[in-house]
């Protein structure tokens, strides 16, 4: 693949602590508009499209609540700077309250985000998701569009993005070892529910 133009929406704060290596954990429902009323994973290889409305601070651990300027609804920047891509490697859907109390060293949120994304549509599971991310080898800067607005998941960018040159946020073992981790939290849940 040479070229990307298949985007995952998340939070700015999260795309750039994925970019960084700092996590490789999203935890997803989805959002209001997505397709069908409910998540799934549309692509599993995706270029990081920040977002910036929804970012809530008191929702962060407090280093990352410190990195968020909070904007009004409606807001949207003028351009959006695209700095990585990441192949979806893990796709789990959780259930159970004290797994996802026992992500909470993997991923940016607090407990409170933890608590109510868990509870929000209670009959329907978590996703948690585990990226593999690559920073792209010069940023992209791109004009926002009113298609790449609303609260869905999935877009798909009006121009591709090159992927050439490409690099790791995490060494190959550093992303087995997470991955590890967050593996034995998930079918720990799935070994009790048996």
């Known amino acids: 693949m040479t070229t990307a133009i298949h985007a995952l929406k998340e939070w ?3 795309t750039d602590a994925l970019e ?11 959002g209001i508009r997505e397709e069908g009323k ?3 994973v549309a692509h599993d290889d995706v270029l990081l499209y920040p977002t910036y409305e929804h970012q809530q601070p008191h929702l962060l651990k407090p280093h990352y609540s410190e990195l ?10 003028e351009t ?9 490697t ?16 993997h991923h940016i949120w607090n407990e409170q985000f933890a608590a109510e994304r868990f509870g929000w ?13 690559y ?9 926002y569009r009113a298609e790449y607005g609303g609260c869905k998941s999935w877009i798909d960018l009006a121009e591709p993005i090159a992927l050439a040159g490409m690099t790791p946020a995490l060494s190959d073992d550093e992303y087995a070892r997470q991955v590890a981790a967050v593996r034995a939290i998930v079918e720990n849940e799935q070994l009790t529910n048996v």
């Open 68 to 77: 968020v300027q909070p904007v009004p609804s409606g807001w949207h920047p």
């Open 20 to 30: 960084r290596g700092e996590t490789i954990v999203l935890l997803r429902k989805g």
């Open 90 to 105: 893990d796709i789990f859907q959780i259930s159970e309250k004290e797994t996802v109390e026992g992500l909470l060293p």
């Open 12 to 14: 700015a704060v999260a």
């Open 121 to 133: 549509k209670p009959r329907f599971p978590l996703y948690v998701l585990l990226l593999r991310v």
């Open 135 to 143: 920073k792209l080898p010069q940023e992209h800067v791109i004009p």
């Open 38 to 40: 409910h998540f799934r």
């Open 80 to 88: 959006v700077r695209i700095g990585a891509w990441a192949s979806i």
